[in-house]
Structure formats: structure tokens, C-alpha cells
């Protein structure tokens, strides 16, 4: 019923997380429909790591209204897997279609989230945000109408801009599809010549140590490109 855990290099229990956090019990999303954690048939669908040694868990809360699955939930955990409680969970969207498929981190510390919501706390957010360090949204990222497909996956760069990947067709209604680059505030990138030239969905984004961009999906140019 946990829905994380952390093990040593050789796959080994880690005897430091045996009291780990329990994602749920008892679905109680039955009875509470604005729930905002992981219960029973909830997973984890990204763990991410921070430069602290915090822990951010993203997913799903399981199910809710006839089998469908229902909020997402985003968690960060101590290192030594205790609950940060200094950090408030948002709620993303409010349907299957609103979970949070990755996360990445700029250099001050606040997280980059992308995925398929519409909405956080209520407040209209197409597949991208920027969350403060205590969890709660960063109005001053530059999100007009956002992206118009679902986005995957995001890296950070070494000078906070964003790599995003996905299948989306347009960002903030410019043609840009399935890979793109953002600056650190969230406007588009236009000297980034990956923008707009894949005709397929992004799975997967690797940066190697000399800055070179690589990207995996089903884009028909092949099963990886670098720039």
C-alpha cells in the first residue's frame, strides 16, 4: 500500500526509510470527492530528487466516480522520508486527465511541473507551472494560454531554461510542437532550433556533459535526435 520507497545501491531495503509514508488506506475518496493525497488505488507516476536531498512525489489519488481515476497529488518527503509538512500540496485539475507526468527544479529552488492539467488550486494552468519553494503557484511565470497537448517530460538547464516534450502542437498559440525550449520566466526560446521540428510525441529528454540535447519518442525523423 506505499507507493514509494528507497533502497540502497545493490537494491537492498534502506533501513532508514522503514517508517515510509503510507499513500492511503481505506479509499476515502468515496466520501470526499476534494481529497488531495494518495490513498489506496493511488500511484506515484514521478520522484524527483531535489538539490536539498528532498524528495518530490507526483501522482495520482486513485479512484473516484465509477473507476475513473480522480486528483492528482503532489508531496515532498524529508530525507529521511518523513512528510514535509512546510509544503503545501496544490491540487492539479480535477479529472483523470490531470495528472502531473514530471518535475525539475530551477537554481532558487522553485519546481518546474508539467503534465496533463488544466487547472491548479482552481485556477486555469494548460500543462505547465512553476510552484514557490513552500508548494503554492508562481503567478509570475510567464504562462499565457500554455500548452494545447499534454506535456510529458521537462529539464532544467544549467541556466534555468526549460526543455519540454510532449505532444503538443502550440504553446501560448505559437506553432511549436512536441519539443521546446522555454527561458527561465517561461516565454519561448526562438533561438532554440529544436522548436517546432518534431512530427510526434516526446517521450523522453537527456542533456550530456557537453550540452548536447538529446530526445526520444515516436517521431517519425527516427527514435532520437540531438541538437
Known sequence: RRRHTR????????????????????????T?????????????????????GKIIVGGRSGLYDNDIYGYSVLKRFNTDGSLDESFTSPKFGGSYDGYIR?????????????????SIDGNGQNRIARLNTDGSLDNTFSIVQGFNGNALVCKVLADDCILV??????????????????????????????????????????IDGSGAIYAGGHFKIGRAHVW
Open 7 to 30: 533502497c540502497s545501491r545493490d537494491w537492498s531495503s534502506d533501513v532508514c526509510s522503514s517508517d515510509l509514508y503510507n499513500f492511503g488506506d481505506e479509499p476515502e475518496y468515496y
Open 32 to 52: 470526499n470527492p476534494d481529497i488531495t493525497d494518495f490513498d489506496y488505488f493511488g500511484f506515484a507516476d514521478v520522484v524527483f530528487i531535489q538539490s536539498d
Open 102 to 118: 514530471d518535475v525539475g527544479q530551477q537554481s532558487d529552488g522553485k519546481l518546474i511541473v508539467v503534465g496533463h492539467f488544466t
Open 165 to 206: 516534450g510532449g505532444n503538443f502542437t502550440s504553446y501560448n498559440n505559437s506553432g511549436n510542437s512536441r519539443l521546446l525550449k522555454l527561458n527561465s520566466s517561461g516565454a519561448i526560446d526562438a533561438t532554440f532550433a529544436g522548436n517546432a521540428s518534431l512530427n510526434g510525441t516526446v517521450h523522453s529528454i537527456a
